[in-house]
């Protein structure tokens, strides 16, 4: 199983960008997809997941400006993220826990993250 994350690059304060992930390879089903970031010096966190149904949660500072959406059909993740300040900038990285066959227990996969950096 391979998690493929593109989308990241610099951008100025109050500007957008949109991360894809695709994950590919043995696939049965996939539960929950996210993604995450990490900042220098900083422990990872959660910025924002969703079901398979849809059910979002999100980090309360990119509340109203993030939207996590996901294609199942493509097992593809994403995350738009509008009005970017310059404390977004960090590593993402996008998460999938996913079984691999039928009776298999769900793991957590993790693509290889993309930098996001905002300046002011």
């Known amino acids: 199983v391979q998690l493929q994350a593109s989308g990241g690059g610099m951008v100025q304060a109050g500007e957008s960008l949109r991360l894809s992930c695709a994950a590919s390879g043995s696939i049965f089903s996939i539960n929950v997809m996210g993604w995450y970031r990490q900042a220098p010096g900083k422990q990872r966190e959660l910025v924002a997941d969703i079901t398979r149904g849809g059910s979002t949660n999100y980090l309360d500072s990119v509340k109203g400006r993030f939207t996590i959406s996901r294609d199942n059909t493509k097992n593809t993740v994403y995350l738009q993220m509008n009005s970017l300040k310059p404390e977004d900038s960090a590593v993402y990285y996008c998460?999938?826990?996913?079984?691999?066959?039928?009776?298999?227990?769900?793991?957590?996969?993790w693509g290889l993250g993309t930098q996001v950096t905002v300046s002011s």
């Open positions: 998460n999938a826990n996913l079984r691999v066959r039928v009776g298999a227990l769900p793991l957590d996969y």
